[in-house]
Antibody, heavy 122, light 112 residues
Framework: QVQLQESGPGLVKPSETLSLTCTVS????????WSWIRQPPGKGLEWIGY???????NYNPSLKSRVTISVDTSKNQFSLKLSSVTAADTAVYYC????????????????WGLGTLVTVSS | QSVLTQPPSVSAAPGQKVTISCSGS????????VSWYQQLPGTAPKLLIY???KRPSGIPDRFSGSKSGTSATLGITGLQTGDEADYYC?????????????FGGGTKLTVL
């Protein structure tokens, strides 16, 4: 079965860059679309963006200027970089697979990783 | 402020049925498939319903989904205490090109 695992620093200083990696097991990353989603403590879900194994990306317009998602097919991993972070970026970050995407939209996120809490603080 | 609107909380007794609504617009729910997620306390969200009314393997038929116009509904029958969780609806928003994922603010289900 497909499993996803997030990894990366749990503490990032304000104005620095948050970097996380999602390792995929049980499936080749060279199929499907792969996404990042975050959840601030006690709040709802926010879609960050997705990437296809070819490198094609799509980002949330509200984060687009600060987000980069990349893929490493040799390691079956994809990564998130979020620059110029502030306390408002403190959240649990999840990676997830998209069931499928068409030219105009995507289906559901399934499965999800366990999530990793990233705190932005000096 | 979430793009999709859900009630903050719902409650019902064990064995009863509950519905959770999700309201959007033409550019999101009205024009795209809806999915539903269950988030048990302290855990990651789990897919319950995709493509409006389809259940992934392993999800019991106590959970159902429907969509009409710009609204969607999650139904849960035979409520169990283990169903206490936050439930989120999600879809795609096509108001920009390309579109992007959007979620509701979540609904906390209490099984009394």
């Amino acid at each position: 079965q497909v499993q996803l695992q997030e990894s990366g620093p749990g503490l990032v200083k304000p104005s620095e860059t948050l970097s996380l990696t999602c390792t995929v097991s049980g499936a080749s990353i060279s199929t499907y679309y792969w996404s990042w989603i975050r959840q601030p403590p006690g709040k709802g879900l926010e879609w960050i963006g997705y990437i296809y194994y070819s490198g094609s990306t799509n980002y949330n317009p509200s984060l687009k200027s600060r987000v980069t998602i990349s893929v490493d097919t040799s390691k079956n991993q994809f990564s998130l970089k979020l620059s110029s972070v502030t306390a408002a970026d403190t959240a649990v970050y999840y990676c997830a697979r998209l069931r499928y995407c068409t030219s105009t939209s995507c289906s559901a996120f399934d499965p999800w990783g366990l999530g990793t809490l990233v705190t932005v603080s000096s | 402020q979430s793009v999709l609107t859900q009630p903050p909380s719902v409650s019902a007794a064990p064995g009863q049925k509950v519905t959770i609504s999700c309201s959007g617009s033409f550019s999101n729910i009205g024009n795209n498939y809806v999915s539903w997620y269950q988030q048990l306390p302290g855990t990651a969200p789990k897919l319950l319903i995709y493509d409006n009314n389809k259940r992934p393997s392993g999800i019991p038929d106590r959970f159902s989904g429907s969509k009409s116009g710009t609204s969607a509904t999650l139904g849960i029958t035979g409520l169990q205490t283990g169903d206490e969780a936050d439930y989120y609806c999600g879809t795609w928003d096509s108001s920009l090109t390309p579109g992007g994922g959007v979620f509701g603010g979540g609904t906390k289900l209490t099984v009394l």
